[in-house]
T-cell receptor, first 117, second 114 residues
Framework: AQSVTQLDSHVSVSEGTPVLLRCNYS??????LFWYVQHPNKGLQLLLK??????LVKGINGFEAEFKKSETSFHLTKPSAHMSDAAEYFC???????????????FGKGTHLIIQP | NAGVMQNPRHLVRRRGQEARLRCSPV?????VYWYRQLPEEGLKFMVY????????ESGMPKERFSAEFPKEGPSILRIQQVVRGDSAAYFC????????????FGPGTRLLVL
């Protein structure tokens, strides 16, 4: 079975400062890993995706994430936060035998990102 | 290109009624997934369908819940005899293939059971 742990339920940063959202995963197989963002009362938007190519993955809106197999981590970062980044962020794992079924995604519980002016 | 469409966006039902949620995938996508999001939680996988077939329903409750994806028309998630615990946001996603393909999500249907 696979699982995802998002280490912080809430992260608060000031506008213009760096963002770090932490994610650890466990998987018996080579996973595909994703970060999705959900704005209030909206659907989910894919930020970026790792599928065993480059370990540093660049996504939309200036976000990037680094896959570290030795640490089983896939942390999301952004150099400078913007007010529009305030949202819920989900770390997600998929694999042949994901916990959600053969082709379902397994979601972390989410990190609520708060941007202080 | 139109993304994944879900309707209704909001649905209110009384206990014991039926709820019917619709999902139209991205044009050309033949794989549909349904997820449920309870308050303050991440999404939980419910069911994976391809056209006219249920591939994996391991996340879907055995009673009262059913899903279909007919040859023509949207995918339907049906909840019979709703209870208060069914109140949640239900998201549909579609992809062009299986596990290695990105899933694109719709805006969700927020079900409230009174």
């Amino acid at each position: 079975a696979q699982s995802v742990t998002q280490l912080d339920s809430h992260v608060s940063v000031s506008e213009g400062t760096p963002v770090l959202l932490r994610c650890n995963y466990s998987s018996s197989y080579s996973p595909s890993l994703f970060w999705y963002v959900q704005h209030p009362n909206k659907g989910l938007q894919l930020l970026l995706k790792y599928t065993s190519a480059a370990t540093l993955v660049k996504g939309i809106n200036g976000f990037e994430a680094e896959f570290k197999k030795s640490e089983t981590s896939f942390h999301l970062t952004k150099p400078s936060a913007h007010m529009s980044d305030a949202a819920e962020y989900f770390c997600v794992v998929s694999g042949v035998y994901s916990g959600g079924g053969a082709d379902g995604l397994t979601f972390g519980k989410g990190t609520h990102l708060i941007i202080q002016p | 290109n139109a993304g994944v469409m879900q309707n209704p966006r909001h649905l209110v039902r009384r206990r014991g009624q039926e709820a019917r949620l619709r999902c139209s995938p991205v044009k050309g996508h033949s794989h549909v997934y349904w997820y449920r999001q309870l308050p303050e939680e991440g999404l939980k996988f419910m069911v994976y369908l391809q056209k006219e077939n249920i591939i994996d329903e391991s996340g879907m409750p055995k009673e009262r819940f059913s899903a279909e994806f007919p040859k023509e028309g949207p995918s339907i998630l049906r909840i019979q005899q709703v209870v208060r615990g069914d109140s949640a946001a239900y998201f549909c996603a579609s992809s062009s293939g299986g596990v290695v393909e990105t899933q694109y999500f719709g805006p969700g249907t927020r079900l409230l059971v009174l």
